[in-house]
C-alpha cells in the first residue's frame, strides 16, 4: 500500500461491504469488561478504517458513501459504548427517572460532519450530550440526573478517545456544547434551550445546523431540535445576523491568515471550510423560508439550493470534492488528523500514489479549486440592495402565476440590472398574454422558467429584444411539459433553443462527433468531463424534442439524432476508460500476442443497434473482445487480461450511469450477453460465436437482427459483422421458428401485463412496437439465408423495405407497416415528453399490425414458405 503505510501494517481487508448494517454488526455485543470494550471497540475501528480507505482509494467508492460508513462507525461505537456503561452503572445507581417516576431519556447529538454524515478518515466527532429533563436515579446510591449523566459521559468519552496500545476510535470533541469547556459535559435539554435563547450567537445557530441524534435515545434529541428550529432557522430575513455573518466570515479570513494555514486545505484561504461555510449563510438567511434547504449534508444543502443561489455549483461542489479526496488521501498516509499538504517527500510520493497523478499536478489542482472556493467565499453575505416591488394584475391566471412567482423568486439575489429587465419582461409578457387563449396552462410553465432564468439575466434581456423568441419559447412549453419542465431545470439549454438557425439545422453524425471532442478538449478531470457530456446530451436532446414537436423533423430523424448522440458518448467513453484502464495497468495483448490499445468492440442492442432511440431509453449492451485473457498488460502494474476486462468494463458502465445531482448519462442493460446476468461481462468473440451458433435461444437471434456494433475497436466490430451475418443466414425451419417466436411473444405479453393486452403500453399493446418488431425480425430469420441483404440492416424501416424489395413481403403491406411503425413512436415519443398525440393514428396502426401479425404468425397462417 504505497500510499499508505499505516494501511499496509493492519490485516488485508475481509469485505468491503460499507453497508450501515454490516458495520454495526460488529459492535452489536455488550463486552464482559471494560478493557475488552476498549480493545474491541478499537479493534473494529481499525478494521473498518482499512476497508473505507481500500474502498476510496481502490475501488473509488464515492465521498458520500465512504463519509457514511466512517459516520455510520462512530454512532455505532459510541451507541456500545453508551450501553455498556449505562448497563455497568445500573447495579449502584439504578435508572435516572424524573419527577413523576417516568424513565429519563440521554442522548448524543453529533455536530459538524458527523451530523452531515460526512466525517473524513481523522476526524474529531463532535458531540453535545443531551438528558430529557432533571431527576434521581432510583438505585442504592441515588444521584441527581446531572451527576448521572456528567459520571457516563465522562466514561463514554474515553472509551472512544483514549489512546492505548490498540490505537483510538475517534478523538471526541464537546467544545461545542452551551459554555463550551466551562459547562457542564451533559445538559438537561431545559437548560440547552435557555440557554440558545438567551446567549445563542450566530456560529452556534451555524452548528446547529448539521446537529443530528446520533446514539442513545434519539428520540429525545428529535425533540430537542424540533424545539430549537426558530432559534436556528428564522422565518424573516435577520438584517442583525447578516451583520454577524460578515463579521464572522472575516474572523475566518483573519485567522487563516494569523496562523500560517495556506497549507492547510481545511481551514486556509479557499479551503473547505471556506465550501462549508458559503451553504451554511445561504441556510442560516433563507432557510427559514426554504424548508428544503433545512438538512445537515452539505451534499444535500447543494442539491437542494443549486438552482437558487448565485454562484456555480456544479464547480463547487467539484471542487469540495476533491478537496475532501485530497484530505483523505493526506490523512491515510499515517492517519493522523492533518488537512495540510505534505512537504516530506515519502509523504507527498504517497499522496500522488494515493491520488494516482503526479504531485505537482495534486498541487496545481488544490490550488485551482481553492482559488474558486475562495471566489465563491468573498460573495457571500455581501450588502444587498432592496428589491423594487413589481405590481401584478389583482385576478386572472396571469395574476395567479405572478402571485406564484413573487413567492418563489429571491430578488435579494438580483441586482439592479435584474430587475429592471425582470420588471420589463413581465410587462411586455402580461401584454402578449392578453390576445392568447392558452394563458392557464403557458403562465404557470413561463412563471417556473423565469424564476431558473431571472439571476442570469442576459436571458431576460435577449426574450425583451426578441419577439421571435418570445413567441418561439411561448409554442414550445404550451406543446410540452417536459420541455417546460427540462429548460427550468436547466436554463442553460435556452442557448439551444433561442437560436432559431442552429436549432433547425439537420443533425450531422459527424459534426455531432466533432461537437463532442471540441467540448472535451483538454480536460482531465472526471467530474467536469462526466459534467460536459451530461451537458452535451442534455443540449442535443431538447434540441431533438424540439423540432420533433414543431414539426419540424421526422420521427426517424429524430432518433438518427439521439443515436448518433448516444453512440458519440459511448465512443468518449470506451476510449477514457482504456486510458484510465491502461494508465495504470498498460495495454492487453491481442490473440497474436501484440499490446493492443483497443480489443474491445460495444455492441448495440435494441432501439441503440436499431438507430431507434427515443427519449429516455436504455442503452442494451453487449462487449466482445479479442484480447488474450492469460496474457498480463504491459503497464507498470500489469494484470492479466482477463482482469483488465473486468476492471475497463466496470470503469466504462461507472461512467456510463453513475447517479449525480445532474442525473445518469444512460440506465444500462447488459442482459443480452450471453447466458444473461449469470454470464461474463466481456465475451471473447470466438465464444460469442460458439453460444449464437450452438446454446442461443430463438429470441437471442431474433434480438440480433437489431444488433450493431457501435464503439471501440474496428477490426472486433468487422468480425462480429461477420458472426452476425452467419447466424442470421443460418437455414431455419420456418414452421419451428414460427412457433418458437409467437411462443416467445405470448410468454412476454403474459408477464408484462398479465395476460391482459389492453392494460399494456404503446410497446406491448396487441398492434404494438413489438408485434410488429416480431414480424420483421421472424422474416428476417426465416429468409435471410436466401436473401442476405436483409443482414444489411438493423433498423425496421430498412428491413421492411427490404423484405419488399425481394418479393418476401406484399409491397403494400410493407408500406401500410412503415407508416404503421412511424405513428406507433411517434405516439411513444410523445408521450415521453409529455405531448399530445392522435389517438385515432395509433389506433389505426394497432390495426394494421394486428392484421399483418395474423397473416404472418396467426394460428391460421399459410405465409408459410
Same mark, same amino acid.
Given at each position: 500500500m504505497p500510499y499508505s503505510p499505516w494501511l499496509a501494517r493492519q490485516p488485508a481487508p475481509d469485505h468491503l461491504d460499507l453497508s450501515d448494517a454490516r458495520i454495526r454488526a460488529d459492535f452489536a455485543d455488550r463486552p464482559a469488561t471494560e478493557d475488552a470494550l476498549f480493545r474491541s471497540l478499537r479493534v473494529h475501528a481499525s478494521a473498518w478504517l482499512a476497508r473505507i480507505i481500500v474502498s476510496e482509494f481502490e475501488q473509488a467508492v464515492p465521498l458520500e458513501v465512504i463519509g457514511r460508513a466512517l459516520t455510520v462507525l462512530g454512532e455505532a461505537a459510541l451507541d456500545q459504548a453508551i450501553d455498556f456503561y449505562r448497563h455497568g452503572m445500573a447495579e449502584r445507581f439504578g435508572q435516572p427517572l424524573d419527577g413523576d417516576g417516568n424513565p429519563v431519556g440521554f442522548c448524543a447529538l453529533g455536530m459538524g460532519k458527523m451530523g452531515g454524515y460526512e466525517l473524513n478518515l481523522s476526524s474529531d466527532i463532535d458531540v453535545i450530550f443531551v438528558y430529557q429533563r432533571e431527576g434521581m436515579t432510583d438505585g442504592r446510591s441515588q444521584v441527581s440526573c446531572e451527576e448521572y449523566f456528567d459520571r457516563l459521559c465522562k466514561k463514554v468519552t474515553p472509551a472512544l478517545d483514549r489512546l492505548t496500545a490498540d490505537g483510538r476510535v475517534f478523538r471526541v470533541d464537546l467544545r461545542l456544547r452551551p459554555w463550551g469547556n466551562s459547562g457542564a459535559i451533559a445538559l438537561s435539554c431545559d437548560r440547552i434551550e435557555a440557554y440558545y435563547e438567551q446567549h445563542g450567537r450566530p456560529w452556534e445557530r451555524m452548528a446547529l445546523l448539521r446537529a443530528r441524534p446520533v446514539a442513545?435515545?434519539?428520540a429525545v434529541g428529535v425533540q430537542l431540535l424540533a424545539d430549537l428550529k426558530p432559534f436556528v432557522y428564522r422565518r424573516y430575513l435577520?438584517?442583525?445576523?447578516?451583520?454577524?455573518?460578515?463579521?464572522?466570515?472575516a474572523q475566518i479570513r483573519a485567522e487563516a491568515a494569523k496562523k500560517d494555514w495556506e497549507a492547510d486545505i481545511k481551514r486556509g484561504t479557499g479551503g473547505i471550510r471556506e465550501a462549508e461555510f458559503v451553504l451554511q449563510v445561504e441556510q442560516l438567511i433563507h432557510g427559514g423560508r426554504r424548508p428544503q434547504w433545512q438538512t445537515t449534508s452539505w451534499f444535500s444543502a447543494l442539491k437542494a439550493m443549486r438552482d437558487d443561489i448565485d454562484l456555480d455549483a456544479a464547480a463547487l461542489e467539484a471542487d469540495y470534492r476533491w478537496l475532501r479526496h485530497v484530505e483523505h488521501a493526506i490523512q491515510c498516509f499515517e492517519l493522523e488528523q492533518t488537512h495540510r499538504m505534505p512537504t516530506e517527500p515519502a509523504a507527498q510520493a504517497a499522496l500522488a500514489s494515493a491520488l494516482d497523478m503526479s504531485f505537482a499536478d495534486v498541487e496545481l489542482a488544490v490550488a485551482s479549486a481553492r482559488a474558486r472556493i475562495q471566489a465563491a467565499f468573498e460573495g457571500v453575505v455581501e450588502p444587498d440592495s432592496v428589491p423594487a416591488p413589481i405590481v401584478a394584475p389583482l385576478q386572472g391566471p396571469w395574476a395567479d402565476a405572478r402571485a406564484w412567482l413573487d413567492t418563489h423568486l429571491n430578488q435579494d439575489h438580483l441586482d439592479d440590472s435584474g430587475r429592471e429587465r425582470l420588471a420589463t419582461f413581465?410587462?411586455?409578457a402580461e401584454a402578449e398574454m392578453a390576445t392568447r387563449d392558452d394563458v392557464a396552462e403557458l403562465a404557470p410553465r413561463l412563471m417556473r422558467l423565469v424564476v431558473a432564468i431571472a439571476r442570469r439575466s442576459a436571458y431576460l434581456a435577449l426574450l425583451n429584444e426578441a419577439a421571435n423568441a418570445r413567441a418561439l419559447l411561448y409554442r414550445l412549453l404550451t406543446t410540452s411539459q417536459w420541455l417546460a419542465d427540462q429548460l427550468s431545470a436547466m436554463p442553460a439549454l435556452l442557448d439551444e433553443l433561442l437560436d432559431v438557425r442552429h436549432l433547425l439545422a439537420p443533425p450531422d453524425p459527424d459534426?455531432?462527433? $466533432?461537437?463532442?471532442r471540441l467540448r472535451l478538449a483538454r480536460i482531465d478531470d472526471d467530474e467536469v468531463f462526466?459534467?460536459?457530456?451530461?451537458?452535451?446530451?442534455?443540449?442535443h436532446v431538447l434540441r431533438t424534442a424540439a423540432t420533433e414537436l414543431l414539426g419540424e423533423r421526422a420521427i426517424n430523424h429524430a432518433s438518427d439524432h439521439l443515436t448518433w448522440v448516444a453512440e458519440s458518448i459511448l465512443r468518449a467513453c470506451v476510449a477514457r476508460a482504456h486510458a484510465i484502464t491502461q494508465a495504470k495497468y498498460g495495454r492487453p495483448r491481442a490473440l497474436d500476442g501484440q499490446p493492443t490499445a483497443e480489443g474491445i468492440a460495444v455492441i448495440g442492442y435494441g432501439k441503440l443497434g436499431g438507430i431507434e432511440l427515443s427519449y429516455g431509453s436504455d442503452l442494451d449492451l453487449v462487449f466482445v473482445h479479442r484480447i488474450?485473457?492469460? $496474457?498480463?498488460?504491459?503497464?507498470p502494474k500489469p494484470t492479466t487480461g482477463q482482469q483488465y476486462l473486468q476492471r475497463w468494463v466496470r470503469l466504462l458502465l461507472q461512467m456510463l450511469n453513475v447517479r449525480t445531482t445532474a442525473g445518469v448519462l444512460y440506465e444500462i442493460d447488459t442482459r443480452l450477453r450471453p447466458s444473461g446476468s449469470k454470464g461474463l461481462m466481456v465475451v471473447s468473440l470466438s465464444g460469442y460465436e460458439r453460444y449464437l451458433q450452438g446454446?442461443?435461444?430463438?429470441?437471442?437471434?431474433?434480438a440480433l437482427v437489431r444488433a450493431r456494433a457501435v464503439a471501440g475497436d474496428a477490426g472486433v466490430a468487422r468480425g462480429f459483422d461477420a458472426v452476425r451475418t452467419a447466424v442470421l443466414c443460418h437455414p431455419r425451419d420456418g414452421a419451428v421458428l414460427r412457433d418458437e417466436v409467437r411462443a416467445m411473444r405470448e410468454k412476454m405479453r403474459a408477464h408484462l401485463s398479465g395476460g391482459d393486452a389492453e392494460k399494456a403500453d404503446i410497446k406491448h399493446a396487441s398492434g404494438g412496437v413489438v408485434d410488429l418488431e416480431f414480424i420483421v425480425q421472424y422474416l428476417t430469420l426465416r429468409d435471410?439465408?436466401?436473401?442476405p441483404a436483409l443482414t444489411q440492416w438493423s433498423d425496421n424501416l430498412r428491413l421492411l423495405e427490404t423484405l419488399a424489395a425481394h418479393k418476401a413481403m406484399p409491397t403494400e403491406q410493407a408500406r401500410a407497416l412503415t407508416e404503421a411503425y412511424l405513428s406507433l413512436r411517434t405516439a411513444q415519443h410523445r408521450q415521453a415528453l409529455m405531448a399530445p398525440y392522435s389517438e385515432a393514428a395509433l389506433a389505426t396502426a394497432q390495426d394494421c399490425v394486428r392484421s399483418a401479425w395474423h397473416a404472418w404468425l396467426g394460428d391460421d397462417n399459410t405465409n408459410e414458405a
Open positions: 442513545g435515545d434519539r435577520d438584517f442583525g445576523a447578516l451583520a454577524s455573518l460578515r463579521g464572522l466570515k413581465l410587462g411586455v459534426e455531432i462527433e $466533432a461537437e463532442l462526466f459534467n460536459r457530456l451530461r451537458e452535451f446530451k442534455a443540449a488474450d485473457e492469460a $496474457a498480463m498488460t504491459d503497464g446454446e442461443a435461444w430463438t429470441w437471442e437471434r431474433q435471410a439465408p436466401s436473401c
